[in-house]
């Protein structure tokens, strides 16, 4: 409940041009442990599992090889979860009654990044804004539903249909999650819950073909793919390949982060919260390794669509194949769904820092079209405003902007190499560069004061200490100096394979650090010196106990202010 003192200030910020407030949503529209769950099933699943494991497999050539690359993937991605659930569960932190407090936010590894790197203040924030508002988006995912919807209803794929479909996938999702956000959450749920199914099918059916069960087809099953004399035999010897590889198996992973982004929203995040996300990616992990197992059973020489391939000779049909692209294109529209839910609530909080263009405008919430109808069907004798649930309309519209911007910027190239292109800049800034500065940041809080870090984090305590920072600082850092040497001629990842050089990712995703850097020169130097003021921000949070021994975010009073300069006030 709310202290007379809050509600003043709320009152206060109502009647205050220069103030707007943003809610967190009401109880009854927060976000449950089983929607944390399908967040992260969602996203985990999708064209990362059915793709990349042909992509995987040809740049080790070796089946053992291969299984040991996922399944160190998910050592990472699970050590990477520990360290984001320190951090999100500890900071950032405000005075309460005479206590310091951890408040959960969302905005995933906006929060840790500004609180570990906050000098020069904004200077963390235009660099991670700008990586995350142009690159926070799956528009590869989004040419890989195009690609397999032309597959499913075997068509010629043809690069502008293509594109055309994965505009208007991504379109109607941002339009899903404007009009209705329940309705978003519900349908990612159902994905979640429909990708799992089908996941554990083509396991079962899997095992049984490889324990002699014809399915309809009597295609024989290379049985020796795992006898340790052949699944290990003459794998490339150049470690670009395989540290490339291990980049294309961590990207799936990458699904783990989406609960953070919208930690705000989550109903006791300090509660079932860590043992949510904990229990879904180890079960992830399983799922992705045992799928890698049964396809490899069924295929060694992959093309690109594995799932498909996989259909077709354990059925002996290539009716099935085509089913099974059109289901691959499902799982990945579910993906873009989860991701702008979640994408859009981080492009919000960067707004709120007051560093875009029309800033105040990007960070508010708006009551969704679904939320207004249904008010005036069913009026009720005692709902607040608050109960209307909301949308942030306007973060959606630049979260589509900067999407559709990278499918246009790739459109130069086929769309199978701007497939490559995005998902490999996705995974080399959002998932490498990121996890590097978390994770080692981490590593930096605990040995500059590790009692006053061990009281901190008292919300959650990963097993092994710092060993999980340090696994994602070590992996982390390897992954994106490997990525400046070249492969061997006869790699897959060579310009030969993959039509587009292997420099073109690690120096375009480094080249974003330059870029927010030089904005935050513009934003911090240039624009005041040419307006003769100073932007004011002040975030102000109301927070309230969940009555279950934690704190929340009911309220955030957000003021922009542009005010007279240092030197004019010298």
Request: some cysteine.
């Given at each position: 409940m709310l202290d007379q003192e809050d509600l003043d200030r709320l009152q206060e910020a109502e009647g205050d041009p220069n103030k707007f407030v943003v809610s967190a949503p009401s109880d009854r529209h927060k976000l449950g442990a089983t929607t944390v769950v399908c967040l992260i099933l969602n996203r985990t699943i999708g064209s990362g599992i059915f793709i990349l494991p042909a992509t995987v497999l040809k740049g080790t050539d070796s089946i053992g090889i291969t299984l040991i690359i996922w399944a160190f993937a998910g050592i990472v991605s699970i050590a990477a979860l520990f360290v984001w659930l320190e951090l999100s569960l500890s900071i950032p932190r405000y005075e309460l009654d005479g206590n310091e407090v951890s408040v959960p936010r969302s905005g995933g590894e906006k929060n840790y990044l500004e609180y570990i790197y906050g000098n020069p203040k904004s200077l963390t924030t235009c660099i991670y804004g700008v990586l995350f508002i142009i690159l926070g988006n799956l528009s590869g995912n989004a040419?890989?539903?195009?690609?397999?919807?032309?597959?499913?209803?075997?068509?010629?794929?043809?690069?502008?249909?293509?594109?055309?479909?994965?505009?208007?996938?991504?379109?109607?999702?941002?339009?899903?999650h404007a009009v209705s956000r329940k309705g978003g959450i519900y349908l990612n749920n159902a994905f979640a819950f429909m990708k799992v199914t089908i996941l554990l099918l083509i396991i079962v059916a899997g095992l049984a073909?490889?324990?002699?069960?014809?399915?309809?087809?009597?295609?024989?099953?290379?049985?020796?793919?795992?006898?340790?004399?052949?699944?290990?035999?003459?794998?490339?010897?150049?470690?670009?390949s395989y540290a490339t590889s291990l980049v294309y198996a961590l990207y799936p992973y990458t699904g783990f982060m989406q609960p953070f982004y919208v930690l705000s929203e989550v109903k006791r995040p300090q509660g079932v919260f860590a043992k949510a996300t904990i229990t879904t990616m180890m079960s992830v992990v399983i799922l992705y390794i045992l799928?890698?197992?049964?396809?490899?059973?069924?295929?060694?020489?992959?093309?690109?669509?594995?799932?498909?391939?996989?259909?077709?000779?354990?059925?002996?049909?290539?009716?099935?194949?085509?089913?099974?692209?059109?289901?691959?294109?499902?799982?990945?529209?579910?993906?873009?769904?989860v991701m702008t839910f979640t994408a859009s609530r981080v492009k919000q909080e960067i707004a709120k820092e007051g560093i875009l263009p029309c800033s105040r405008f990007f960070s508010s919430d708006t009551t969704t079209l679904f939320a207004k109808i249904w008010a005036e069907m069913h009026p009720p004798k005692t709902q607040q405003d608050e109960d209307l649930e909301k949308s942030p309309t306007a973060a959606l519209l630049l979260h589509w902007v900067f999407s559709v911007l990278l499918i246009a910027w790739t459109s130069g190239q086929t769309t199978a190499?701007?497939?490559?292109i995005l998902i490999n800049l996705y995974t080399y800034v959002i998932m490498l560069l990121v996890s590097f500065f978390v994770s080692t940041g981490l590593l930096y809080l605990r040995w500059r004061n590790p009692q006053a870090w061990k009281e901190?984090?008292?919300?959650?305590?990963?097993?092994?200490?710092?060993?999980?920072?340090?696994?994602?600082?070590?992996?982390?850092?390897?992954?994106?100096?490997?990525?400046?040497?070249?492969?061997?001629?006869?790699?897959?990842?060579?310009?030969a394979a993959q039509n587009f050089e292997w420099y073109i990712i690690p120096t375009v995703g480094l080249g974003g650090l330059l870029l927010g850097c030089a904005y935050f020169i513009i934003f911090r130097y240039i624009v005041p010196r040419v307006k003769g003021k100073q932007l004011v921000v002040e975030r102000v949070p109301i927070i309230v106990s969940d009555d279950h021994g934690g704190w929340v975010q009911k309220h955030e009073i957000v003021k922009f202010l542009w005010g007279v300069t240092d030197d004019e006030e010298k």
């Open positions: 040419i890989g539903f195009g690609t397999y919807i032309m597959e499913a209803a075997a068509l010629p794929n043809h690069d502008a249909a293509v594109r055309g479909l994965a505009i208007a996938a991504l379109t109607t999702a941002c339009l899903l073909k490889l324990g002699g069960a014809s399915l309809g087809s009597n295609s024989a099953v290379p049985t020796n793919n795992f006898d340790v004399h052949t699944s290990f035999s003459q794998p490339r010897k150049d470690v670009p799928f890698s197992v049964v396809s490899k059973t069924a295929i060694m020489d992959t093309g690109l669509n594995i799932a498909s391939e996989f259909f077709q000779i354990i059925f002996g049909s290539a009716v099935a194949a085509r089913v099974m692209s059109g289901i691959i294109a499902l799982s990945i529209y579910g993906n873009i769904i190499v701007a497939y490559q901190m984090s008292a919300n959650f305590h990963p097993w092994g200490g710092p060993i999980a920072a340090i696994l994602v600082s070590i992996v982390s850092a390897f992954l994106l100096v490997v990525a400046f040497i070249p492969p061997a001629d006869d790699s897959p990842f060579a310009f």
